[in-house]
């Protein structure tokens, strides 16, 4: 039989309510964008496989809602997320202020050596930006992690930024095999994209 992928890797976005997450993921797991606003209730996840550096790597990337009175819910997933896409709205200031608040969720509940990754979401609607690219640009290094401008709307980075992720968990594992490659778990079947719905067994 042959191999459904090399790699599973668990991604997760955090960020305000608002900012995009749902939108980036969609576009990344769908090719679609909707500008209707259906607020994230707790968490949900979407699958796309990607091949980086010649491997085959299936990204579980996980949704999280951004409102304060699913932070119980949504911190519980943090601990198994190998990398962690921190997401702010480059129209909304207080979205990028709150980011040191979502680094400190990162560091409270996930494990200690994830990936991280800053996202300004938003970039297609310039004439209303508030937050500069070189103000987040030195947040991210003052962390010591990546940082794109990205729009859902527009595809812009979109996938560039994903790819980069994953590509930096794949160096850090050192290309070790993780997840199993023929048995997708019951989860892994849950959400299929279109891009996969052909390898997704949902019976
Ligand atoms: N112009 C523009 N609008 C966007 C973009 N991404 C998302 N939106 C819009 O912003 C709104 C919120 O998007 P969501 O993806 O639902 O936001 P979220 O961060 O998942 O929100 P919660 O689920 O409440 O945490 C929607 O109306 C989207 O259409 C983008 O890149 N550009």
Known sequence: MAKAYDHLFKLLLIGDSGVGKTCLIIRFAEDNFNNTYISTIGIDFKIRTVDIEGKKIKLQVWDTAG??????????????????????????????????????????????????????????????????????????????????????????????????????????????RSGNSNKPSSTDLKTCDKKNTNKCNLG
């Open 67 to 176: 409102q304060e009175r699913f932070k119980t819910i949504t911190t519980a997933y943090y601990r198994g997320a190998m990398g962690i896409i921190l997401v702010y709205d480059i129209t909304d200031e207080k979205s990028f202020e709150n980011i040191q608040n979502w680094m400190k969720s990162i560091k409270e509940n996930a494990s200690a050596g994830v990936e991280r990754l800053l996202l300004g979401n938003k970039c297609d609607m310039e004439a209303k930006r508030k937050v500069q690219k070189e103000q987040a640009d030195k947040l991210a290094r003052e962390h010591g992690i990546r940082f794109f401008e990205t729009s859902a709307k527009s595809s812009m980075n979109v996938d560039e930024a994903f790819s980069s992720l994953a590509r930096d968990i794949l160096l850090k594992s050192g290309g070790r």
